[in-house]
């Protein structure tokens, strides 16, 4: 008896010593998660940054990056090229050891020269860094190649740092399998692949107290199993969208709600063109295919009107230019084009023909595992047909799908596009010089004098400048045609935990939606 | 056949299986570099790209590969897995006894309930009861078992709330012998359901072969009622072709799981292989597959031996012929 009250005493102890709920969270997620680090592939940001920190924060989307780790960011000199980065003391690993500016030197160094991930091109290409050297034992300074006038806002948020100690010797990243140890607000208390990954708050997190002690994220890869697992009460959040036919169903459910916001509107989902293969090649062909398209169609049928329409790149976002418009919804305008390019109907069968007489016949490519995107390309192949094409909608696995597109065998195809090629404005310059809209090197003069002046732009106000006339030239004749941004529902339930902060391009499960902030909450981090 | 001949036979089975498995991934387009690095993997320059694939052996030669393959197999060495960064054979044995739990216990259901349904089928006499319980059964087996799935989880978990919509495990409760067999019995009825009427035909028809026998037709004339003539004459002779099927069901199961363990998020090697294909994971969907082409071959190794067993005029025949 005596022993029972003893624990029971512990016990509401414990429940009252702690700031947030105490019972685990159950979220569920779309991807496995196999391992927790930058080098494991498909993990999103926001899950990473459960347990590591960026330099800045939250994000480089929306221009309101801020120090985090930093306590500041601060450029030497005026030509934009060279930083200074203070960073934070006392701050901890995991495991104890000090955060130092040796971790952050480390850091972006194995990046820049080692085995390549899906964020390293931020200190090995765009922008390249040429010196990163520790000044003393909480400083260090970084050099770019050419001006960095984004390094603060954008570099400096989009790297996760890494601890030294755990590192150093590690060659082959992918096949890293040391201890996940991180700076952030959760740690790793256990991870069994395709099954579970356990964190547990890290209560001397520097940032805040984490408001939930306990988190279970497990793997669903199927969506109505997913929410099936929330109606039925398994779970508490589903870190992914609800599909739009399930959200009026959804919120009328008692033990659940719904937040809008999170990812739109700087996710979307896009027609892409294959520019390699004639006719599409040709910029007033792209043109008149963009303007033979009727988005606000494919938004109403699609995602029954839950989102919006709008140009590319993201519409929210401070790096696009304002009143940037995509060429749309003229198909009459569209076909005097095609007619004055010499597509025209000749034998009178409804489609078009080139010069040589062969039909205008495309395949328009899409995943077997995305059911709004086959919708999407009935509705173009049909808004196609109506302008004289012949569209063969093709269904293929996922896998086939990214392959198609990476090795440029497709006409056209359609795809989500993520934030970081949305709203980053340096990975836009990558978009233009590895493939995504364009190959840099294939002639396209109007554009290599655009990139040259987004090279040697110098502030942020002069690169920013540079990245609209990009933005422009590419809507004249849109190798990305933008069909909609679809308005993210997040359904939870608030019995569990009612605190998500829904953050553009960042979801509403990231840590920011879990921290009680210590000098009240950031104007970027309210919902 | 010849023992001799049938060992070979096997060998080169196995030998075409494991060929095929190494060819068929690399006939896609593309290559797991695309996956790691996700849609910045253009960008790569081809040092970059020829570096990431040499850490897992994709640089070389094809025909290199196949060398090294077929030697690493030879080694009990399936290489590692690009998406989990480990030895495939660490990652397959993780997975492979949630898989063996939910294939074993559906094949023995599958084989009790088809040929129970199929004694049903002969004991009752009337054509129409016959008809309707086979159009029952084929109805069922023709359900397509993500839907059956799905159905079965808005019913019995969401709906009524009985059992667990997803997982092997609770996640709070841990592997306890309960919530094991909790997790289990969705996905275990939904393969269950889809397999019967295959054992149900073709126990059926053996059944029926058996029934016509002559010692059947004596057996009646002695007056043994129809129930004691189906349970104890025709029943055990119709059970032989069925051993083949039992062996055959391994490997069709095995593969069957793709689809049930992502509808139900249960983690085995079903879910394993589906995710493997979608990385372009070749040394991962590779080891899955030479699972499956070897344990359907040992099925069939246990099945002749078994039906040998079982027949003593086989092992005459077999005697005879060696």
């Given at each position: 008896?005596?022993?029972?009250?003893?624990?029971?005493?512990?016990?509401?102890?414990?429940?009252?010593?702690?700031?947030?709920?105490?019972?685990?969270?159950?979220?569920?997620?779309?991807?496995?998660?196999?391992?927790?680090?930058?080098?494991?592939?498909?993990?999103?940001?926001?899950?990473?940054?459960?347990?590591?920190?960026?330099?800045?924060?939250?994000?480089?989307?929306?221009?309101?990056?801020?120090?985090?780790?930093?306590?500041?960011?601060?450029?030497?000199?005026?030509?934009?090229?060279?930083?200074?980065?203070?960073?934070?003391?006392?701050?901890?690993?995991?495991?104890?050891?000090?955060?130092?500016?040796?971790?952050?030197?480390?850091?972006?160094?194995?990046?820049?020269?080692?085995?390549?991930?899906?964020?390293?091109?931020?200190?090995?290409?765009?922008?390249?860094?040429?010196?990163?050297?520790?000044?003393?034992?909480?400083?260090?300074?970084?050099?770019?190649?050419?001006?960095?006038?984004?390094?603060?806002?954008?570099?400096?948020?989009?790297?996760?740092?890494?601890?030294?100690?755990?590192?150093?010797?590690?060659?082959?990243?992918?096949?890293?399998?040391?201890?996940?140890?991180?700076?952030?607000?959760?740690?790793?208390?256990?991870?069994?692949?395709?099954?579970?990954?356990?964190?547990?708050?890290?209560?001397?997190?520097?940032?805040?107290?984490?408001?939930?002690?306990?988190?279970?994220?497990?793997?669903?890869?199927?969506?109505?199993?997913?929410?099936?697992?929330?109606?039925?009460?398994?779970?508490?959040?589903?870190?992914?969208?609800?599909?739009p036919e399930?959200v009026?169903?959804?919120?009328?459910?008692?033990?659940?709600?719904?937040?809008?916001?999170?990812?739109s509107p700087?996710f979307g989902v896009e027609l892409?063109?294959?520019?390699?293969?004639?006719?599409?090649?040709?910029?007033?062909?792209?043109?008149?295919?963009?303007?033979?398209i009727r988005p606000g169609e494919v938004l109403q049928r699609v995602a029954l009107g839950q989102g919006v329409v709008g140009p590319?790149?993201?519409l929210?976002?401070?790096?696009?230019?304002?009143?940037?418009?995509q060429?749309s919804d003229?198909?009459?305008?569209?076909?005097?084009?095609?007619?004055?390019?010499?597509?025209?109907?000749?034998?009178?069968?409804?489609?078009?023909?080139?010069?040589?007489?062969?039909?205008?016949?495309?395949?328009?490519?899409?995943?077997?595992?995305?059911?709004l995107h086959?919708r999407a390309?009935q509705v173009i192949?049909?808004q196609?047909?109506?302008?004289?094409?012949?569209?063969?909608?093709?269904?293929?696995?996922?896998?086939?799908?990214?392959?198609?597109?990476?090795?440029?065998?497709?006409?056209?195809?359609i795809?989500?596009?993520?934030?970081?090629?949305?709203?980053?404005?340096?990975?836009?310059?990558?978009?233009?010089?590895?493939?995504?809209?364009?190959?840099?090197?294939?002639?396209?003069?109007?554009?290599?004098?655009?990139?040259?002046?987004?090279?040697?732009?110098?502030?942020?106000?002069?690169?920013?400048?540079?990245?609209?006339?990009?933005?422009?030239?590419?809507?004249?004749?849109?190798?990305?045609i933008m069909l909609y941004y679809p308005k993210s529902?997040?359904?939870?339930?608030?019995?569990?935990?009612?605190?998500?902060?829904?953050?553009?391009?960042?979801?509403?499960?990231?840590?920011?939606?879990?921290?009680?902030?210590?000098?009240?909450?950031?104007?970027?981090?309210?919902? | 056949?010849?023992?001799?001949?049938?060992?070979?036979?096997?060998?080169?089975?196995?030998?075409?299986?494991?060929?095929?498995?190494?060819?068929?991934?690399?006939?896609?387009?593309?290559?797991?570099?695309?996956?790691?690095?996700?849609?910045?993997?253009?960008?790569?320059?081809?040092?970059?790209?020829?570096?990431?694939?040499?850490?897992?052996?994709?640089?070389?030669?094809?025909?290199?590969?196949?060398?090294?393959?077929?030697?690493?197999?030879?080694?009990?060495?399936?290489?590692?897995?690009?998406?989990?960064?480990?030895?495939?054979?660490?990652?397959?044995?993780?997975?492979?006894?949630?898989?063996?739990?939910?294939?074993?216990?559906?094949?023995?259901?599958?084989?009790?309930?088809?040929?129970?349904?199929?004694?049903?089928?002969?004991?009752?006499?009337?054509?129409?009861?016959?008809?309707?319980?086979?159009?029952?059964?084929?109805?069922?087996?023709?359900?397509?078992?993500?839907?059956?799935?799905?159905?079965?989880?808005?019913?019995?978990?969401?709906?009524?709330?009985?059992?667990?919509?997803?997982?092997?495990?609770?996640?709070?409760?841990?592997?306890?012998?309960?919530?094991?067999?909790?997790?289990?019995?969705?996905?275990?009825?939904?393969?269950?359901?889809?397999?019967?009427?295959?054992?149900?035909?073709?126990?059926?028809?053996?059944?029926?072969?058996?029934?016509?026998?002559?010692?059947?037709?004596?057996?009646?004339?002695?007056?043994?009622?129809?129930?004691?003539?189906?349970?104890?004459?025709?029943?055990?002779?119709?059970?032989?072709?069925?051993?083949?099927?039992?062996?055959?069901?391994?490997?069709?199961?095995?593969?069957?799981?793709?689809?049930?363990?992502?509808?139900?998020?249960?983690?085995?090697?079903?879910?394993?292989?589906?995710?493997?294909?979608?990385?372009?994971?070749?040394?991962?969907?590779?080891?899955?597959?030479?699972?499956?082409?070897?344990?359907?071959?040992?099925?069939?190794?246990?099945?002749?031996?078994?039906?040998?067993?079982?027949?003593?005029?086989?092992?005459?025949?077999?005697?005879?012929?060696?």
């Open positions: 008896m005596r022993s029972r009250l003893v624990a029971a005493g512990i016990g509401l102890f414990a429940c009252l010593a702690l700031p947030g709920f105490a019972a685990p969270l159950r979220v569920a997620v779309a991807y496995e998660v196999t391992n927790l680090t930058p080098y494991t592939p498909g993990l999103p940001e926001t899950l990473l940054e459960l347990v590591y920190d960026k330099l800045a924060a939250p994000s480089p989307y929306l221009g309101n990056a801020q120090p985090w780790l930093a306590t500041a960011i601060v450029p030497e000199g005026q030509d934009g090229k060279v930083w200074r980065i203070e960073l934070r003391d006392g701050v901890r690993w995991h495991d104890g050891k000090p955060f130092t500016a040796s971790d952050v030197v480390f850091t972006l160094r194995y990046y820049r020269d080692g085995t390549p991930n899906r964020w390293t091109h931020h200190v090995s290409d765009t922008p390249k860094l040429t010196t990163i050297e520790p000044i003393d034992r909480l400083s260090l300074r970084i050099g770019c190649e050419r001006p960095c006038p984004m390094f603060d806002r954008v570099t400096a948020a989009d790297l996760v740092i890494l601890p030294e100690h755990l590192w150093r010797s590690v060659k082959e990243p992918h096949l890293y399998h040391g201890p996940l140890i991180g700076t952030g607000p959760y740690r790793v208390s256990q991870l069994e692949a395709g099954r579970f990954l356990r964190l547990e708050a890290n209560r001397d997190y520097f940032g805040g107290i984490p408001r939930v002690t306990s988190i279970f994220i497990s793997f669903i890869r199927n969506p109505a199993t997913a929410f099936a697992a929330l109606c039925a009460g398994e779970l508490d959040l589903v870190a992914a969208p609800v599909p399930l009026d169903p959804l919120s009328h459910r008692k033990a659940l709600a719904m937040t809008a916001g999170g990812n700087v892409r063109v294959n520019f390699d293969r004639a006719p599409f090649s040709d910029p007033e062909f792209r043109r008149a295919l963009a303007l033979a590319f790149p993201a929210a976002s401070p790096w696009t230019k304002p009143g940037l418009r060429p003229d198909p009459r305008a569209a076909a005097a084009i095609f007619d004055a390019m010499g597509f025209r109907d000749r034998n009178g069968d409804g489609l078009r023909e080139d010069t040589h007489g062969a039909p205008l016949r495309f395949s328009l490519k899409v995943s077997s595992s995305e059911p086959q390309a192949a049909r196609l047909k109506a302008v004289g094409f012949d569209i063969e909608v093709d269904v293929v696995d996922p896998a086939r799908s990214r392959a198609l597109y990476t090795t440029r065998q497709f006409d056209l195809l795809d989500d596009v993520t934030p970081h090629n949305l709203a980053d404005p340096d990975q836009l310059m990558q978009s233009v010089m590895y493939g995504y809209l364009w190959h840099e090197g294939r002639s396209y003069p109007e554009l290599d004098a655009l990139i040259g002046q987004w090279r040697i732009a110098s502030t942020v106000e002069a690169r920013t400048q540079a990245g609209f006339a990009l933005q422009e030239l590419h809507s004249k004749a849109p190798v990305a529902h997040y359904a939870y339930r608030p019995q569990a935990y009612d605190g998500w902060r829904p953050i553009p391009g960042l979801g509403v499960f990231h840590k920011w939606s879990l921290l009680e902030f210590a000098g009240g909450v950031p104007a970027w981090a309210k919902p | 056949m010849t023992r001799t001949a049938r060992i070979a036979g096997y060998i080169v089975v196995l030998w075409l299986g494991a060929t095929a498995n190494f060819l068929l991934p690399r006939l896609l387009p593309g290559d797991p570099v695309d996956f790691l690095i996700g849609d910045d993997a253009g960008r790569l320059t081809s040092a970059q790209r020829t570096a990431m694939l040499a850490q897992f052996g994709m640089d070389r030669p094809l025909i290199e590969q196949y060398r090294h393959y077929m030697s690493s197999i030879a080694r009990l060495d399936l290489g590692t897995s690009l998406a989990h960064g480990k030895p495939v054979l660490k990652v397959i044995a993780a997975r492979l006894p949630w898989t063996l739990l939910l294939v074993g216990i559906s094949i023995i259901l599958a084989f009790v309930i088809g040929f129970v349904l199929a004694c049903l089928f002969h004991w009752v006499e009337r054509a129409r009861t016959s008809s309707a319980l086979m159009c029952t059964v084929v109805f069922f087996g023709s359900l397509p078992p993500f839907w059956v799935g799905m159905v079965a989880i808005a019913i019995f978990a969401v709906a009524l709330g009985w059992l667990p919509t997803h997982g092997a495990a609770s996640l709070e409760e841990g592997i306890t012998c309960g919530s094991v067999f909790r997790h289990a019995l969705l996905p275990v009825a939904t393969l269950t359901l889809g397999y019967i009427p295959s054992v149900f035909l073709v126990a059926r028809a053996s059944l029926e072969d058996a029934l016509g026998e002559g010692y059947v037709a004596l057996a009646r004339s002695h007056g043994a009622t129809p129930l004691r003539v189906l349970l104890r004459q025709a029943a055990p002779i119709a059970l032989r072709p069925l051993v083949n099927q039992f062996a055959m069901s391994f490997g069709v199961l095995l593969g069957g799981t793709v689809i049930v363990e992502t509808v139900f998020a249960y983690p085995g090697l079903g879910l394993l292989l589906y995710e493997g294909i979608l990385a372009l994971d070749f040394p991962l969907v590779q080891g899955v597959f030479l699972l499956l082409v070897f344990s359907v071959v040992l099925a069939n190794i246990a099945a002749d031996i078994l039906q040998v067993r079982l027949d003593p005029r086989l092992r005459s025949g077999l005697d005879a012929t060696t």
